[in-house]
């Protein structure tokens, strides 16, 4: 072989092809490790600026002390006020370990780019604060500048929302997927949405001063409804009412969580009734709802009733029903 083809220089495939593919695998990556392919060559110097993906993520910054929490800050100004004014982002995830009060801004610029999905994360609870609908001046509130119209699948865990909610119709007109999880709310909550929403999950909330918490759901269009909801010390927390037929529902998940066995056991447990008519559907009716779509149901840690009293309710109304799965449930 010549000796010249043997330090021949290798071409580059994959610099080769397209912004759009390239932008398409660098949002597979976290925004940080996406940034340092700028090191790579000139042609991927400034490729990270137009990924339609802003994933930060602060545990990608290892050591818990104020250099590293200084470095993460200057990282996510830096992400974040980098990207185009005209880019709209596809997905914005933000992680937090370390939360202080100027978190929020993050969470403020990312809805900027109008994203169609956001994920946001605190590990300590309620440390940041979700509330895109409440005015910063100067200017006009995230929601009312139309920055979460697009706004299809939102997940929040571990932040404090207050007056979101009840609006959410309005905000949010296009969402279809909420997972909301370890979130702080107002005792009496109204959960109130487009029928765009087909999924609601709703786990472990907290509530403010008070031990008597209502939710109240309103969402026409539901396929799949999770909650989990839990007793606490001074009562329980979360019963839920839902204001209309679920004609469409499909799937549905129950889960009574007990955080303190003791007080489980001195305490009348509501029973799997009483909890599935406020859930899903009639407060005040004697029956399980009728759910003709219903095929999957999953009940976790519920009182059943006596000898199975609430099963023949469930099979005898949701005449399609493929799936049902009791999972450390009590009878009386």
Known sequence: MDSRGKHRRVHDRLSDLPDSLLHGILSGLGSRQAVQTSALSRRWRQLWRDVPCADIDEREFAAADDET???????ADHMLTSIPRETQLDAFRLHLVRCNAGSDRWIRRGLQHVPASVDIRAAHN?????????????????????????????????VSMVGFLEHLHEYCPALEDLHVERCKMYTDTDVVASPMLRRLAIVDPSFYAGNAALLRITAPGLAFIRLEMSYKERGYHGNVTYSEPMALL?????????????????????????????ALLEEESQEFPVLHNLKTLILEECDIGQNFEALSSIIWNTIKLEKLGLHHCMVT
């Open 69 to 75: 929490w200084e470095r993460f800050e200057d990282f």
């Open 126 to 158: 309620y440390a940041v604060a979700w509330q895109p609908h409440v005015r910063i001046s100067p200017g006009s509130s995230s929601c009312a500048a139309g920055f979460t119209r697009r706004l299809t699948r939102l997940r929040l865990v571990g």
């Open 250 to 278: 499909t799937e549905a998940s129950i889960r009574h969580m007990e955080k303190d066995h003791e007080q489980l056991n001195q305490r009348n447990i509501q029973s799997t009734e009483d909890l599935l008519h406020q």
